[in-house]
């Protein structure tokens, strides 16, 4: 079985500072991650993802993650946020069975 | 290419009524997901299909929902004898299988 872990529910930050969103999961084979954004009313867009190579992977929007594979994890960062980016994220895992698993997402607040 | 087609965007349904949504999936994805999110919930999975196939639907409710994606035609999420608690917002996404998932507008079902 194959899971995902998003441990902070709401984060709120003001205008600037730098963010990181965690994301682990669970599986034990090969992994495809992917960070999707969701703006108030919309539907879910794909933010960045990862399938092989370089570990970190940039996103649009100056999003970035990580995909460190002996922490099992792929967090989302930005170094300075912006009001626009108040949404729910959603980190999600794709495994060789190709089902797709989402985290329960975090909603991110930034304060103008 | 057009993206994920789902209608109606908006459906209202009596209690007791049927309800049935359609996802046309993007020109040449196989696979199809169906998500259920609820008021200040994440992303539920409900079901997951290839064509003419279910290949994992332990996210749906034993009764009353069921799902198909036919060789022809859109993927359906039927909901029978819907209740105040089934509305929701409905995603689908659809994807060639081996990437990244899109997402259609979604589905707001409102039972009243």
């Known amino acids: 079985a194959q899971s995902v872990s998003q441990h902070n529910h709401h984060v709120i930050l003001s205008e600037a500072a730098s963010l990181e969103l965690g994301c682990n999961y669970s599986?034990?084979?090969?992994?495809?991650l992917f960070w999707y954004v969701q703006y108030p009313g919309q539907h879910l867009q794909l933010l960045l993802k990862?399938?092989?190579?370089?570990?970190l992977v940039k996103g649009i929007k100056g999003f970035e993650a990580e995909f460190i594979k002996s922490k099992f994890s792929f967090n989302l960062r930005k170094p300075s946020v912006q009001w626009s980016d108040t949404a729910e994220y959603f980190c999600?895992?794709?495994?060789?069975?190709?089902?797709?698993?989402f985290g329960s997402g975090t909603q991110l607040t930034v304060l103008p | 290419n057009a993206g994920v087609m789902q209608n109606p965007r908006h459906l209202v349904r009596r209690r007791g009524q049927e309800a049935r949504l359609r996802c046309s999936p993007m020109?040449?994805?196989?696979?199809v997901y169906w998500y259920r999110q609820l008021p200040e919930e994440g992303l539920k999975f409900m079901v997951y299909?290839?064509?003419?196939?279910?290949?994992?639907e332990s996210g749906m409710p034993k009764e009353r929902f069921s799902a198909e994606f036919p060789k022809e035609g859109p993927s359906i999420l039927r909901i029978q004898q819907v209740v105040r608690g089934d509305s929701a917002a409905y995603f689908c996404?659809?994807?060639?299988?081996?990437?990244?998932?899109?997402f259609g507008q979604g589905t707001r079902l409102t039972v009243v």
């Open positions: 020109k040449g994805h196989s696979h």
């Open positions: 996404a659809s994807s060639p299988g081996d990437r990244e998932a899109f």
């Open positions: 599986y034990g084979g090969t992994v495809n």
């Open positions: 299909l290839q064509k003419e196939n279910i290949i994992d």
């Open positions: 999600a895992l794709l495994g060789s069975a190709r089902q797709l698993t």
């Open positions: 990862y399938f092989s190579g370089d570990p």
